[in-house]
C-alpha cells in the first residue's frame, strides 16, 4: 500500500498550527487541527510561497504571498487567487512517529 515515509515524532508537532517539513526530498507542509494531522504540498499552486508561513484557521490554510485559501484536508482551492488544488497526502501516527504516504 504505497510508500509510507517517517517524517517526524508526533511530540514536534504543534498545536493548531502548521509546520514545514522535508519528507524524501518533497517541501511538505504539515497541519495539526485538533487531533487530526493532514498533508500537502509545502509550495502554493499559485506561486512560489510556501504555506508553512501562512495562517492556519480551523481546516483553512492561508497563503502568505496573496491570501489565497486550501482546505487543509483534501488541498482543495477555496478561494482566490488560488484555483489549482494542493497535492495532499495520507498521514498516520504510530508508536509516537508520524508518517507520511508520498505516492
Ligand atoms: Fe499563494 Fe499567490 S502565491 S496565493
Known amino acids: 500500500d504505497g ?3 517517517d517524517v517526524l ?3 514536534q508537532l504543534p498545536e493548531d498550527d502548521v509546520i ?8 511538505v ?6 487531533d487530526e494531522i493532514y498533508a500537502t504540498d509545502n509550495t502554493c499552486t499559485h506561486g512560489q510561497a ?7 484557521e480551523g481546516y483553512e490554510i492561508e497563503c502568505p504571498l496573496h491570501q489565497g ?11 482566490q487567487p488560488v484555483t489549482d ?10 508508536g509516537g ?6 505516492d
Request: aromatic share 12%.
Open 20 to 27: 514545514g517539513v522535508v519528507a524524501a526530498g518533497r517541501d
Open 3 to 5: 510508500n509510507w515515509v
Open 29 to 34: 507542509a504539515l497541519y495539526a487541527v485538533g
Open 97 to 102: 512517529r508520524v508518517y507520511l504516504q508520498l
Open 85 to 94: 488544488a494542493l497535492r495532499s497526502y495520507p498521514v498516520r501516527v504510530e
Open 69 to 79: 485559501k486550501f482546505d487543509v484536508r483534501n488541498g482543495n482551492p477555496l478561494c
Open 50 to 56: 510556501r504555506l508553512c508561513d501562512g495562517f492556519l
Open 9 to 11: 515524532p508526533a511530540d
